[in-house]
């Protein structure tokens, strides 16, 4: 028996096409789920315990219109997936966005191989903003266009490194260690992730939704719309309501009750 509802995941990302494991019917869902399920980090904020078993996402994510964030995205995504017959492991990988050169991160971010005949498929449905919305072939140095990025993979070692093109310049996203992980590795990196003072998202809202050639995020109470050419609109959220509006209506969110405080923080930050 299947853990996961697949009807009602197809009917919360608006899919009707069918559910065999095919390369196509991977692209499809890898378009839709990233647009329908916002990457969102509010239960952290909140101190809501991150579960991560089937149920727990199901319920969340499905019932109650929510998101969540890379171990939870990418989690459900790895069982409906395998309920749609894919052979799938996951893998974790050392963050790059935004780190300095002589930093080493922590292999702190969930992603999926999914094996196919033709080799085998990078798939990541919650790297934040710069979600993929395509799976990616793993086949080293060859530059490979979605609808919204041009991504390519370097390898480095046994490992391979994540590179996406920004304004004409590549930059890296982060490196996959090809290691299959098991469901104690992310209950240990989710549990670090969600409850360490130190950890971004304990401490700032990160939301983010990938819908065609666009892609919003919000950090904190700044809103950017990024475009594939590389333009970008900013706005500042200034009070609570704006805060909420924004994450109902662009974000798709059903925010969960008695989250108004955290609003009225977020709001005030400077």
């Known amino acids: 028996m299947s853990e996961v509802d697949l009807s009602a ?3 919360r990302i608006g899919y009707s096409g069918p559910s065999t ?11 839709l789920h990233p647009a329908s399920i916002p990457f969102e980090n509010i239960d952290v904020l909140l101190k809501t315990p991150i579960r991560l078993d089937a149920a727990s996402l199901h319920a969340k994510m499905i019932q109650k219109q929510r998101g969540g964030y890379c171990f939870e995205q990418n989690t459900y995504f790895q069982k409906i997936l395998e309920a749609t017959g894919f052979s799938v492991r996951s ?23 999914v094996h196919m005949n033709d080799g085998e498929y990078l798939a990541d449905v919650g790297y934040g903003r710069l979600t993929l919305n395509a799976p990616l072939r793993i086949e080293p140095h060859v530059e490979q266009h979605t609808v919204n990025a041009v991504y390519r993979l370097l390898p480095v070692g046994p490992e391979y490194q994540v ?11 982060y490196q996959l ?19 360490n003072p130190n950890s971004q998202f304990t401490t700032n809202l990160l939301v983010a939704r990938t819908v065609g050639d666009r892609r919003y995020g919000l950090l904190n109470k700044m809103l950017r719309i990024h475009r594939i050419d590389g333009s970008a609109d900013l706005r ?12 109902r209506h662009d ?20």
């Not at 050392?94 to 300095?100: K, Q």
């Open 236 to 247: 500042v959220l200034e009070t609570p309501a704006e805060l909420e509006q924004v994450l």
């Open 163 to 173: 590179q996406i093109k920004l304004v004409g310049e590549w930059v890296s996203l």
């Open 177 to 195: 260690s090809m290691q299959e992980q098991v469901p104690a590795d992310w209950e240990v990196a989710n549990y670090y992730t969600s409850t």
């Open 21 to 31: 494991p095919t390369l196509a019917v991977l692209r499809a869902i890898h378009a």
């Open 9 to 11: 995941y197809f009917s």
């Open 251 to 270: 974000f798709n969110i059903a925010l969960p009750e008695h989250c108004g405080s955290l609003l009225s923080h977020i709001a005030s930050k400077r």
């Open 91 to 113: 893998i974790a990988a050392r963050v790059l966005w935004h780190a300095p050169p002589s930093v080493v991160p922590p292999r702190n971010h969930m992603a999926l191989v």
